[in-house]
Nanobody, 125 residues
Framework: QLQASGGGLVPAGGSLRVSCAAS????????MAWFRQAPGKEREFVAG????????LYSDSLKTRFTISRDNVNYAVYLQMDSAKFEDTAVYYC????????????????????WGQGTEVTVSS
């Protein structure tokens, strides 16, 4: 199971970190990712991290402001958002790729088998 948390109201230009807690040691075998879905839009890839944490992959348009990390001791993955923009308003979902090709992180949501319930982020003026 994946439990996302940490969403809320953030001022434009501000920072926020969302978290995703995983249950079970199998977390160590999964590549993890964050996606987001804004109202009326399709779900989009934000960032991913390989099971060891060695490799990361970012959306080209977001990579300067978002940072993904994972804690393999506490079975968690994080997404740090800096310099928040109004267009970052969305529900943020963490997801697990249960059958990763080694340390290769992918963008396609169809590759992700487990999804958290989402945490809502609203960027305000």
């Amino acid at each position: 199971q994946l439990q996302a948390s940490g969403g809320g109201l953030v001022p434009a230009g501000g920072s926020l970190r969302v978290s995703c807690a995983a249950s079970g040691r199998n977390f160590l075998n999964y590549n993890m990712a964050w996606f987001r879905q804004a109202p009326g839009k399709e779900r989009e890839f934000v960032a991913g991290v390989s099971r060891s944490g060695r490799n990361t992959l970012y959306s080209d348009s977001l990579k300067t402001r978002f940072t993904i990390s994972r804690d393999n001791v506490n079975y968690a993955v994080y997404l740090q958002m800096d310099s928040a923009k109004f267009e970052d308003t969305a529900v943020y979902y963490c997801a697990a790729d249960l059958r990763p090709l080694d340390e290769v992180v992918v963008r396609n949501p169809a590759n992700y088998d487990y999804w958290g319930q989402g945490t809502e982020v609203t960027v305000s003026s």
